[in-house]
């Protein structure tokens, strides 16, 4: 982790958001990885998609495992809370901590390996639960942090730096997201941030896990010709399948888009996410349909990304627990622990 601090320097014609707090405030330590790495993008869209929807810092709880991926909290929003699990723990760090409190904003970031190998049970898990959070995956198809092995989404064929070919099959977060119920699944490119801020906030806003898979090119061990993880790869092959615009209720963005091409949902807190069809037959509201074309898409070697797919009726972990509407961590211990005589009685009923 880095603990060097940025200048505390403010730019006179930085704007301020509606808590009167500039994207600065957003910030956290400097970056430690390679220079060009692309979860520093990511990290940089993280920083606008708080800032734009005035999230006070102090309700915001950021987790993670361990990885390059993992470290990356450590480089947005240092006025939260945090969180460094072990490895491919971080879901079920976030699954307790949402459940004892939940007024906080939570965001899980992680990578290829650090949830679809050790993690991919943890992660599975958080999905069926459908915990309240972001779970951002930093995908680059190898083990950055110890030198670039191949990850569990690597493609077949591609090459490491070395010149060897991965001969296993890749999981994709999409695909296995969507067949285990998710209720938001998008995937962005780090190196579009037009695209994946949007994103990003709508996944925010989501009442559920929202699973933002960002393809995140690793600069010293898998940016080579050969690698179906580089920037040159992904740029060529990413297949924007809609574009997102992010419309809070209190600043509604105009769009000249012909009628009829234009789907709205709206999300729980009355905020609307704008999809603009790029294709004219997708239905992002459609799991079958999503899950067909994402299949064909794949088959053909394009790159699916945008919000792929979303449901607005699933039910969220506090809802199907039934649990009350105060956080836990504030309901007195009394309450909490009502005594010895309440579990006697509570037990009679399951005898």
Known sequence: ???????????????????????RDYEGAMSTLCAGCGHDSVTAAIVRAFHELDTPPHLIAKLSGIGCSSKTPTYFVSGAHGFNSAHGRMPAIVSGAAAANRELTYIGVSGDGDSLSIGLGQMAHAIRRNVNMLYVIENNGVYGLTKGQF??????????????ANTQSPIDPIM?????????????????????????????????????DVLSPCVTFNDHEGSTKSYTHTRKHQLPVIEADFVPRRSPIETSQAPGTVQTVTMHDGSVVRLHKVAADYDPTDREKAWSFLHARA???????????IDEKG??????????????????????CPGS???????????
Do not use: C
């Not at 601090?5 to 707090?21: D, T, Y």
């Not at 994946?196 to 896990?209: E, M, Q, S, Y």
């Not at 309440?342 to 009923?349: F, I, K, N, R, V």
């Open 176 to 212: 296995l997201a969507l067949s285990i119920g998710a209720t938001f699944v998008a995937r962005s490119f780090s190196g579009d941030k037009a695209a994946l801020v949007p994103i990003l906030k709508a996944g925010i806003r989501h009442k559920g896990l929202a699973l933002v």
């Open 341 to 351: 005589a309440a579990l006697e009685a509570l037990q009679q009923h399951y005898r």
């Open 1 to 23: 982790m880095s603990y060097i601090k940025k200048p505390a320097v403010r730019h006179p014609s930085l704007q301020a958001n509606a808590l009167g707090l500039t994207v």
């Open 315 to 336: 039910t969220e972990m506090h809802a199907g627990n039934k649990t009350v509407a105060q956080p836990l961590s504030q309901v007195p211990f009394e309450q909490l």
């Open 299 to 309: 088959a053909a070697g394009d790159i699916p990304v945008g919000l792929l797919y």
């Open 151 to 164: 990850s569990a989404s690597a493609d077949v064929g591609s090459k490491s730096k070395k010149g060897e």
